[in-house]
């Protein structure tokens, strides 16, 4: 949980800081990083893998039901040896692997549906009411000023706006399922079901304020397209028909492709309020993939954005960017056709993965396909392939191969309980 709230908000490090402003960040900061994230981030892989140590069997037949995703981190690793900066690589993968120690702690859990739950719960109605509060009342934390014209980007618990975008993406979409859950149940108590649906109303509704406020366009339109097929797939039609699942996504995916890089749609880009070069995206892939020097293993893990490049790429642009905005391309430019191959064989296998689990598994199937194809679609116009983001955590979890879904794990063996009167010491001993 903790480290899910940190990687959709800001290190801790930025909030003592009290900014976060990329601008002002400076190439050397970059590499450095802060000892104070680095301790806490260890910190917390290193408890996640003692967790794991408990769970041994149960964590085992995951990673070997699941080898696309350990042959792609695997492979991550092995590209810190040819990075310029391997040292800086290097953390980078290690704090890498956290992502899926979390992933795995959530999914060895006897109870899986329930703690899913919990996770998007709890990050909901911490940093959505959080969001809305710094915006509103605290603009030193919940907002940047442009250096030129003074506009305002509202970024609530985050860094940018963009990021903002996708936190109520994710964590609006998880309301959503709450929502159409209790709907599609329609049992229970007044009580179990009027909570439910009052707590994640409210957070819906806070999710659309902060929608406009962030004005992403991009996080809008797959919050749009990822609750159609939320809604959609559980309909008993769909349920029973899987090619008709097929048939939704691929429709979902071939608009979005036509409409951003074929130019069928670009009437419905300009609608939503962008560009047909979509904000100057298109400028930024000609140039970092004219920097791409090594086509078939790309730079390194995540080391492209680091010295020379990155301070060419800064002379060009003001503001300082990151990350190409294109996941596939930021793949690319770090690990290479061969990461990229990697990363298609772990979307394809994954979607699979969600397939197989439809019929057995329905109540938190729908939910996994929506983060797939939210996270897909995303990473089209944003790169969200990245250490500890929340789009690459959700993909992770969404697209593992496990036995019997997200269902509650069943105990191998009945548990003996005391008979009236027999002492429960003598019960241990038998056992």
Known sequence: MVWLWIGASRPVSEWIAGGSDASAINPEQLLDGSPLDRFLFTGLVVLGVVVLCTRGRRVVSLL????????????????????????????????????????????????RLAAVKRLLARA???????????????????????????????????????????????????????????????RGTDRNRNGPLVAHGVV???VIWLFGMANSMTSFACFLMAVTLLVAANVRAFRRRPWLVHLLVAAILAVSVSALFLNLGSGLVQTMGRDPSLTGRTDIWKLVLGMAHNPLFGTGFDSFWLGSRLERIWSVYW??????????????????????????????????????????????SSLRL????????????????????????????????????WARIRPTKAVALPAPGQPVAALMGEA
């Open 64 to 111: 070997r039901a699941n080898v696309p995703i350990s042959l792609f981190f695997f492979y991550c690793g092995v590209s810190t040896v040819w990075s310029d900066y391997s040292d800086v690589s290097f953390k980078r993968w290690v704090k890498a692997l956290g992502d899926l120690v979390m992933v795995l702690i959530v999914l060895t859990d006897f109870d």
């Open 370 to 405: 929506a983060f797939f194809v939210v996270a897909v679609a995303y990473n089209f116009t944003e790169s969200a392939f990245h250490v500890m983001d929340p789009i690459w955590i959700f993909l992770l979890l969404s697209t593992v191969a496990v036995p019997g879904g």
């Open 124 to 186: 909901a109605f911490l940093l959505i009411p959080v969001s809305v509060l710094l915006i509103k009342y605290y603009p030193e934390f919940g907002r940047l000023y442009s250096p030129f014209t003074g506009e305002a980007s509202y970024t609530g618990v985050t860094s940018n706006k963009n990021q903002l975008g996708y936190v109520c993406l994710l964590l609006g979409l998880g309301s959503v399922w709450r929502i159409v859950e209790v709907v599609r149940d329609g």
């Open 204 to 206: 819906l509704a806070m």
């Open 319 to 364: 503001w300082h960017p990151v990350q190409a905005h294109d996941g596939y391309i930021d793949i690319y430019l770090n690990l290479g056709i061969v990461g990229l191959t990697l990363l298609a064989v772990l979307l394809v296998s994954g979607y699979l993965n969600i397939l197989a689990a439809f019929r057995d598994d329905s109540r938190s």
